[in-house]
Structures are given as structure tokens and as C-alpha cells.
């Protein structure tokens, strides 16, 4: 069987989209940086590992159910990418006008081995259901239902994201032996972070409403 994926203007999208939200810092980015400042950049490598394993276990059950929906309905696969977007856009405007989500790290973290470090790490992203919706929510936007085998766009996408993922996270462990302090106690940043990631949440859902990605 041939392997499906969206098309180059959809995937270059996907791409562009995924990088700016993974590039602005959010909470697991900023236990990452204490990670690796409290126990050297290998843990923080150790602790990325363990998140984006549990990232490719909600990637696989968003591909399961997506594709399950579109088995039903059409029509239900295309209301679920419109409630997507709107969930998107609520993220946006809960980050903008809600109360802070990011706070400064200054307690010490106990020092853990590797194996426990990958098994936190992949715990906490597993169990987050926040995690599971985002996938739910961001994944069918890049979708091309004509394409057809959407579970396998689905995973396509997801594998990209994960792999980009680790790549951007891995970047800022590298990082957090020189700016990880200045981050995690900087009030302008928190306060940046806060505007930019609300702003591109709610582009994103905007974006995705009406751009009609694959629907027909």
C-alpha cells in the first residue's frame, strides 16, 4: 500500500504552524530547562525522551478516533475539525485573558535517575488531557480528506510534530545551562509568552475555520 500524506502546501503549513508553537516555551519546556539545570543536560534529554513517547501514544489514539469518526460521517469528521478550531481558538483567548499558567521555578527538584526521569516524563504527557485534545483539535486541520487514509495522514503529521518536538525541546536543554535561570524567573518573558502563544493559538483556529483544509 502506497503511504498517503497531505500535500506539499499543507504539510509546508503544518510544518511552519507546528514550529511556532513549539518554539514559544510553555510549561514542559520549562521543566525541561530545570531538569537540566538541576542534573546536567543529559537529564534533560532523558526528560524530553519520556514526554514525546507519550506524545506518539496520543498521536496513534487521535489517528484510532479520527479515523473512526470519518468512517461514521463525513459530515461529523468535518464538524469535529470545526470544533477543533474553535477549542484552538479558546486556548488562545483562555492564555490572553485567563490567569497564568507559567511561573517561576526557583525550588530545587530531587535528583532522580534516567530510568525515572524518562518514566516521569512520559506520565505526565500521557496523562495530560490537554495533550489528547490538542491532538484532537490541531491534527485534522492538515488533514486531505480526499487523500484519503486519514489515520496514516494522521500519524504522518503526528510524527512530524514529535520529531520537530524533539528537536526544538532538545535545543533548549542545550540552552538552559547559559539562559534557564534568566527564562524561568524573567517577568518580561512570561509576560511575552503569554501574548505570542494566545495570539498564535487563536490565528491557528481562525486560520483553520476558514481555510476549509481538505473538507470537500
Known sequence: MDIV??????????????????????????????????QGRLAGF???????????????AAAVGLSA????SAL???????????YLIWLGLRKLFGPAEITAVDVALPRHSHARL???????????PKTALFFLAFLPQFVEVGR????????????????????????YALAAGTAGNWLKRSRGFLRLERYVSGGLYIGLGVT????GNGKK
Open 208 to 211: 483553520a475555520a476558514f481555510a
Open 148 to 171: 484519503g487514509h486519514v489515520a496514516m495522514q494522521i500519524v504522518f503529521l503526528g510524527f512530524i510534530f514529535t520529531v520537530l518536538g524533539l528537536v526544538t525541546d532538545g535545543l
Open 5 to 38: 500524506i497531505p500535500g506539499a502546501a499543507n504539510l509546508g503549513l503544518f510544518v511552519s504552524a507546528a514550529l511556532l508553537l513549539l518554539l514559544i516555551p510553555g510549561p514542559a519546556v520549562l521543566f525541561i530547562f530545570a531538569r537540566s539545570i538541576e
Open 76 to 86: 461529523a469528521f468535518s464538524i469535529v475539525k470545526y470544533a477543533g478550531a474553535a
Open 69 to 72: 469518526v470519518l468512517a461514521s
Open 118 to 128: 524518562f518514566r516521569d516524563g512520559f506520565i505526565v504527557n500521557l496523562l495530560n
Open 46 to 60: 532523558v526528560s524530553i525522551a519520556g514526554i514525546h513517547a507519550a506524545t506518539l501514544v496520543h498521536v496513534f
